[in-house]
């Protein structure tokens, strides 16, 4: 597609409940990046891949939350057992290739999730 | 731990003044910054960015300045355009590091 696309946009869950959230990168990139956005505050890194590989996932909070791109396009990031605390502004952004060029990012739109 | 700090929550310029946008960080490994722009209800876009081997970049209206002794960065915006009215994140990574720290953002309006 012509941007990074993700679904659903809202979310709205109960605490305990599992939530996927996924994210179709620009095509062609390699790099697919996941991050989180509270309000008032900047994109947090969770983890990032280059093709289907999971190069770094030191920013996942707890083992509630675990993330996959199985073919190296599209990617999932799930959320196990959710609490309120885990309601936020998820972003995926996605590039060319990691640590080529200027570094940048595109981001899409984001998904919002609100755990009641 | 606010690695990547951004000060100033707002910050309001007249039209075809010039905007300052500053961001300070506190970590030395960090070696390359960038300026993420945001609209409302639309993902953070690439504005600007600049390596730590150097003090300058410029962009036509955008200029990015560094300086490496104080952990100090900043953006220019000049002339100022409604335009520009969003909010602005400073960003940075460290050498291997894909990971971006971002600051919490500053909010321009441009005043018409």
């Known amino acids: 597609g012509a941007g990074v696309s993700q679904s659903p946009r809202y979310k709205v869950t109960k605490r305990g409940q599992d939530v996927a959230l996924r994210c179709d990168p620009i095509?062609?990139?390699?790099?697919l990046y996941w991050y989180r956005q509270a309000l008032g505050q900047g994109p947090e890194f969770l983890t990032y891949?280059?093709?289907?590989?999971?190069?770094?996932k030191s920013g996942l909070p707890n083992d509630r939350f675990s993330a996959e791109r199985p073919e190296g396009s599209i990617s999932t990031l799930t959320i196990q057992r959710t609490e309120q605390r885990d309601s936020a502004m998820y972003r995926c952004?996605?590039?060319?290739?990691?640590?080529?060029?200027?570094?940048?990012?595109?981001f899409g739109e984001g998904s919002r999730l609100t755990v009641l | 731990d606010q690695q990547v700090k951004q000060n100033s929550p707002s910050l309001s310029v007249q039209e075809g003044r010039i905007s300052i946008l500053n961001c300070d960080y506190t970590?030395?490994?960090?070696?390359?910054f960038l300026w993420y722009k945001k609209y409302p209800a639309e993902g953070p876009t690439f504005l600007i960015s600049?390596?730590?081997?150097?003090d300058k970049n410029e962009d036509g209206r955008f200029t990015v300045f560094l300086n490496k002794s104080a952990k100090h960065l900043s953006l220019h915006i000049v002339p100022s355009q409604p335009g520009d009215s969003a909010v602005y994140f400073c960003?940075?990574?460290?050498?291997?590091?894909?990971?971006?720290?971002f600051g919490t953002g500053t909010r321009l309006t441009i005043i018409p």
């Open positions: 952004a996605s590039s060319l290739m990691a640590g080529s060029g200027t570094g940048e990012l595109f």
């Open positions: 095509s062609g990139h390699v790099s």
């Open positions: 891949f280059n093709y289907e590989a999971q190069q770094d």
């Open positions: 600049i390596s730590s081997i150097k």
């Open positions: 970590n030395s490994m960090f070696d390359y």
């Open positions: 960003a940075a990574r460290s050498f291997g590091n894909e990971k971006l720290t």
